[in-house]
């Protein structure tokens, strides 16, 4: 993960970003916390293009918190529009 990617994240805590993952994950989410010292993000899902990656868990993806470690994120976009304009999931 570059800097940058660390960067956009910390500024956005409490806020909504959209997440590519390295497996190919599209996540839109709210930024819960940014841990160094665990190395990882700690987001609220609101929607995502593989919910049966979470379904598998015996969870649906709004189900709680979830961490991803900042080794699988590709891609971090921030300035996401408030969640009211955040269009509704079609996912599960």
């Not at 994240?9 to 930024?31: D, F, N, P, Q, Y």
């Not at 916390?33 to 190395?39: G, L, N, Q, Y």
């Not at 700690?42 to 080794?71: C, M």
Request: some cysteine; overall charge negative; glycine content about 4%.
């Amino acid at each position: 993960m570059i800097a940058d990617h660390l960067d956009k994240l910390r500024r956005s805590e409490g806020k909504v970003v959209r997440l590519t993952t390295t497996e190919s994950e599209t996540i839109l989410a709210r930024v819960v916390s940014v841990c160094d010292e665990e190395k990882d993000v700690v987001i609220d899902v609101i929607s995502t293009n593989q919910p049966e990656r979470y379904l598998r868990l015996g969870r649906k993806h709004t189900d709680g918190a979830w961490a991803i470690p900042f080794e699988y994120l590709a891609r971090v976009e921030a300035d996401i529009p408030p969640l009211q304009d955040v269009p509704a999931s079609d996912s599960p």
